[in-house]
């Protein structure tokens, strides 16, 4: 096996896991690291075929003991949807074996095919990429499951929200304020739950075509208007409120249909931006990792306040 040190970092049980769900005569040749990851530790897992071949797999597995004690619950969702998108429509890795209480591995463990393409996080070409991320949601939220995943949560609350530094104190008032109050009435959709350019891959010269969508422990049922508002978020965070509140008329340009009122489309499109400010700090840290080195924390910090204000503007 090639990458020694790679290799090190995958357990000897789950190594021995991933053998069991190879095809007979293949071999595992060589283990390396992904990167962009919060929650769970990614291996590249290139496989030596049996006519000489190779393909590639992926492992995620949940070695924070934070998020191992909640990884059966985002295992299986994501065993569900890897199960379910290949004859819905939409390109997702395929499912080749779970372990999602760490009965065979050391972690709660999952084992995926590789999708070729890469994530696009650059300034450049973005205009042309934003018809093609609404597009890819749309054909999210036609998927009709027979059996659908279970209800959203949205965690943040008026009293968990942290108002960054030095933002608009009575914009943040006033959007908090949305919150408080009951969540609107909605049609439940087939979400992903972290639709964002992070969990897009992209292929071409100019990243112009989609070649998968990735990470979708998070599956739940619910109101298009999440999905919308949080790649929204991640867009106004990455290149500036302008483009979040673009993509919510690049969604409905598609064919995507939000909620009817501009109140209910407040309350989802703020609770979102919301809950992100109690993730400042970790998202920005990956963006630099991935090659946006200006986005420091207060950069990110300021473009959320800038985006709170933005709405409270524009559907207020």
């Known amino acids: 096996m090639s990458n020694h040190d790679e290799a090190a970092a ?160 009575a914009a943040w008032a006033a959007a908090i304020d949305v919150i408080r109050g009951p969540a609107p009435p909605y049609e439940g959709r087939f979400l992903h739950r972290d639709f964002q350019p992070g969990n897009v891959l992209f292929d071409g010269p100019h990243a112009s075509a989609i070649t998968g969508v990735v990470d979708w422990a998070a599956t739940s ?6 999905d919308a508002a949080h790649c929204s978020t991640t867009l106004a965070l990455l290149h500036g409120p302008a483009w979040g509140l673009r993509f919510t008329e690049a969604y409905e340009e598609a064919g995507g249909v939000l909620a009817a009122t501009a109140a209910e489309r407040l309350y989802w499109q703020v609770r979102d931006a919301l809950a992100s400010s109690e993730e400042v700090r970790v998202v920005s840290h990956v963006w630099r990792e991935a090659g946006r080195p200006e986005l420091t924390a207060r950069v990110v910090e300021q473009r959320l306040d800038a985006y709170v204000t933005a709405l409270l503007d524009t559907l207020g």
């Open 221 to 226: 049922r619910g109101p298009a208007d999440l």
């Open 10 to 169: 995958v357990r000897p049980l789950t190594l021995d896991w991933v053998h069991r769900h190879l095809e007979a005569g293949e071999r595992i040749v060589g283990i390396g690291a992904l990167h962009g990851g919060i929650t769970a530790e990614m291996r590249r897992l290139t496989i030596g075929t049996r006519d000489g071949g190779r393909r590639d797999l992926v492992l995620r597995s949940f070695v924070d003991p934070y998020y191992a004690r909640r990884a059966e619950d985002s295992l299986n969702r994501e065993a569900g949807a890897l199960a379910l998108l290949p004859g819905a429509g939409v390109a997702a890795p395929g499912l080749v074996a779970v372990d999602a209480t760490a009965a065979h591995c050391e972690y709660p463990s999952l084992l995926m095919t590789h999708l070729a393409g890469r994530t696009v996080l650059g300034d450049a070409g973005l205009e042309a990429r934003i018809p093609l991320l609404a597009r890819q949601l749309v054909a999210i939220h036609a998927v009709r499951p027979a059996v659908p995943p279970p209800e959203y949560e949205a965690l943040t609350t008026p009293d968990t929200v942290v108002t960054p530094k030095g933002a608009d104190a």
